[in-house]
């Protein structure tokens, strides 16, 4: 199985040291996230997991556990997504380091580990007006000025739009309420201006660039643009990226509990939603409205 750590939480911002009891046990338990009576146990054994795919926004934490990681059996056999977005100290991302602190970390874990292994994700892309203003402008001068600083560093780009979930929404209600900030879908033309300029940018620079999980109009831009569909953890591109993996057939087919749009192919997320501390406003996998009172993340699955 292909371990994805994890699309739920930010395992190695937080949670580094059970996720080093889970491999020195040799299994995790995966709670349902529709049915809090419900879990599955996965084996974490080397020769039961082909690959792990990390995603953080600031693995640094977790650097103190990799020598571990690798000599526990799965040395060369992980990779990492690291989300870079240019909203720290705003609501939208007010509880992360710095930026220029997790540019630093993103070349620390890229000398010790690897370009090859290194994922940027510029994502969510988050148009605003009001009182913090994102817009065509500011996303095309932000994505060049990254790209300036972390192409040496990766060579793959994940691109993605917000998505508007129940979830996500009642936060933006509250931003625009307490804070003057209004959130809007950017229209046609401002994809494909912003899509082509990433586009052109990135290959400038030697950078591959996908689309994550868009929907059709979106991803019909996209790819007219020369941006190619997303697949964040995809059989094909995790051989590529790790020469010594080689994925079973069994899992070389679409992710059956993903979007319907989503390129991924199978793996298995662990941790729990709810449960990561940075509080994200635009965040879909942390619903503080309606958990903030009741918390409990000393849970045995986290």
Same mark, same amino acid.
């Given at each position: 199985?292909?371990?994805?750590?994890?699309?739920?939480?930010?395992? @190695?911002?937080?949670?580094?040291?059970?996720?080093?009891?889970?491999?020195?046990?040799?299994?995790?338990?995966?709670?349902?996230?529709?049915?809090?009576?419900?879990?599955?146990?996965?084996?974490?054994?080397?020769? #039961?997991?082909?690959?792990?795919?990390?995603?953080?926004?600031? @693995?640094?934490?977790?650097?103190?556990?990799?020598?571990?990681?690798?000599?526990?059996?799965?040395?060369?056999?992980?990779?990492?997504?690291?989300?870079?977005?240019?909203?720290?100290?705003?609501?939208?991302?007010?509880?992360? @380091?710095?930026?220029?602190?997790?540019?630093?970390?993103?070349?620390?874990?890229? #000398?010790?580990?690897?370009?090859?292994?290194?994922?940027?994700?510029?994502?969510?892309?988050?148009?605003?007006?009001?009182?913090?203003?994102?817009?065509?402008?500011?996303?095309?001068?932000?994505?060049?000025?990254?790209?300036?600083?972390?192409? @040496?560093?990766?060579? !793959?780009?994940?691109?993605?739009?917000?998505?508007?979930?129940?979830?996500?929404?009642?936060?933006?209600?509250?931003?625009?309420?307490?804070?003057?900030?209004?959130?809007?879908?950017?229209?046609?033309?401002?994809?494909?201006?912003?899509?082509?300029?990433?586009?052109?940018?990135?290959?400038?620079?030697?950078?591959?660039?996908?689309?994550?999980?868009?929907?059709?109009?979106?991803?019909?831009?996209? !790819?007219?643009?020369?941006?190619?569909?997303?697949?964040?953890?995809?059989?094909?591109?995790?051989? #590529?990226?790790?020469?010594?993996?080689?994925?079973?057939?069994?899992?070389?087919?679409?992710?059956?509990?993903?979007?319907?749009?989503?390129?991924?192919?199978?793996?298995?997320?662990?941790?729990?939603?709810?449960?990561?501390?940075?509080?994200?406003?635009?965040?879909?996998?942390?619903?503080?409205?309606?958990?903030?009172?009741?918390?409990?993340? #000393?849970?045995?699955?986290?």
């Amino acid at each position: 199985m292909i371990i994805s750590a994890s699309r739920r939480t930010d395992i @190695p911002a937080f949670y580094g040291e059970w996720f080093i009891r889970r491999l020195r046990d040799g299994f995790v338990v995966i709670p349902n996230p529709f049915n809090a009576n419900r879990f599955s146990i996965q084996s974490l054994h080397p020769a #039961d997991v082909e690959a792990i795919v990390f995603w953080s926004k600031n @693995p640094l934490p977790f650097f103190t556990y990799l020598p571990e990681i690798d000599r526990l059996g799965f040395d060369k056999r992980y990779l990492f997504h690291l989300t870079l977005n240019p909203y720290h100290q705003t609501v939208f991302e007010p509880r992360l @380091p710095t930026l220029s602190e997790r540019v630093n970390t993103f070349f620390k874990l890229a #000398d010790r580990i690897g370009e090859k292994r290194m994922i940027w994700r510029y994502d969510p892309i988050i148009f605003c007006r009001g009182n913090l203003h994102f817009d065509l402008s500011f996303h095309k001068q932000a994505f060049f000025r990254l790209t300036k600083l972390l192409h @040496p560093f990766t060579k !793959k780009v994940v691109v993605s739009f917000l998505d508007f979930y129940k979830k996500n929404q009642r936060v933006f209600k509250t931003l625009r309420k307490q804070y003057g900030i209004d959130i809007f879908e950017p229209d046609l033309k401002e994809i494909d201006d912003l899509t082509k300029n990433i586009k052109e940018i990135a290959s400038c620079y030697g950078l591959e660039v996908f689309g994550c999980c868009e929907k059709n109009e979106f991803s019909k831009i996209m !790819k007219k643009n020369g941006i190619k569909p997303g697949r964040c953890i995809h059989f094909h591109d995790i051989e #590529d990226t790790l020469p010594e993996v080689k994925i079973p057939n069994k899992l070389r087919k679409k992710d059956p509990g993903q979007r319907v749009n989503c390129g991924c192919t199978m793996s298995k997320d662990i941790g729990a939603y709810h449960t990561c501390w940075y509080r994200c406003g635009y965040c879909y996998a942390t619903d503080f409205h309606r958990y903030k009172n009741n918390l409990n993340l #000393d849970l045995p699955y986290l």
